[in-house]
């Protein structure tokens, strides 16, 4: 009886320990930089202005075909706009790479990491991730939808979080019809 309880303890202990070290079906897919896409939208009092930033590089995690996780790096130094031309193109692409925006000359790079993915429905997820701009990390909450070998994200981020001041009413009064919103878009198309 004794020997049969023994038996029993270890072949719970040994089973035990074996689903503790069973791999997990992770895969790991590396994001095309050259075909993906991120293009984001600015608002102020007066209008908008739209324009792309490329990635660096990317990857998404993927268990059971399902995502699970995912980290991205963007080149700043890559920031245009796409609503404008010639004189007021090249002015405002300059404006948004010094210091009174996103200081790329110090802050060449962006990152996102994936800290939790939830399935929201079919293809769908909702992902919270670590949002790095100008060395400041912040929390970020967006949906991606995954479709065969592309994905697609919306995200809204708040500028004034990662001190991003010019023409923020959150840091200047009285701006009037100068204010620049904090909060701006984000449309991300991946293929991998």
Known sequence: MKKSVISLIVAVITT??????????????EVKASSSTVTWK???VTGSHTGTVNLSS????????????GEFMVDMTSLISTDLEGE????LEGHLKSDDFFGVEKH?????VFTDVKSSGKNSYEVTGDLTIKGITKPVTFDVSIYGSKATATMKVDRAQYDVRYGSGS????????TIYDEFDLVVDLEF
């Open 16 to 29: 035990g320990h074996m689903s503790a070290i069973d791999p997990v079906n992770e895969i790991k897919k």
């Open 42 to 44: 600015a608002y102020k």
């Open 88 to 91: 007021y193109k090249g002015k």
């Open 171 to 178: 840091f200047f009064e009285n701006l009037g019809d100068k």
């Open 108 to 112: 060449p790079s962006s990152k996102l």
């Open 58 to 69: 990317g990857e998404l995690l993927f268990e059971d075909d399902k995502l699970s996780g």
